[in-house]
């Protein structure tokens, strides 16, 4: 499964900026993480393919929102209410594991994209 992430940019703090991630196949389970220059990649969201459930880090429960388009094989991140410490890498990744809270770190995830950078300036 090829995985190809787009949708990164500058944005001001309390702005939006939504993600997408291509997915040439499907799996399980797929998930965004972020990393921040310095610091080790985080968790942020997942979704389940087939059930739609969601799993958000408390850093972005309320402000976040992960999706997907079936039809499309594109996972989503809707980020709203951005501050300066959502800077980061962030990478979409995909997993043959179903249950999401077993895909809270990166090394259960099988497959990754590129990352996109968010910036977001105070």
């Known amino acids: 499964v090829q995985l190809q992430a787009s949708g990164g940019g500058l944005v001001q703090a309390g702005g939006s900026l939504r993600l997408s991630c291509a997915a040439s196949g499907r799996t399980f389970s797929a998930g965004w993480f972020r990393q921040a220059p310095g610091k080790e990649r985080e968790f942020v969201a997942a979704i389940n393919w087939i059930t739609g459930n969601t799993l958000y880090a408390d850093s972005v429960k309320g402000r976040f929102t992960i999706s997907r388009d079936n039809a499309e094989n594109r996972v989503y991140l809707q980020m709203n209410s951005l501050e300066p410490e959502d800077t980061a890498v962030y990478y979409c990744?995909?997993?043959?594991?179903?249950?999401?809270?077993?895909?809270?770190?990166?090394?259960?995830?099988?497959?990754w994209g590129q990352g996109t950078l968010v910036t977001v300036s105070s």
């Open positions: 990744a995909a997993s043959l594991t179903p249950v999401l809270t077993r895909v809270l770190t990166p090394g259960e995830y099988d497959y």
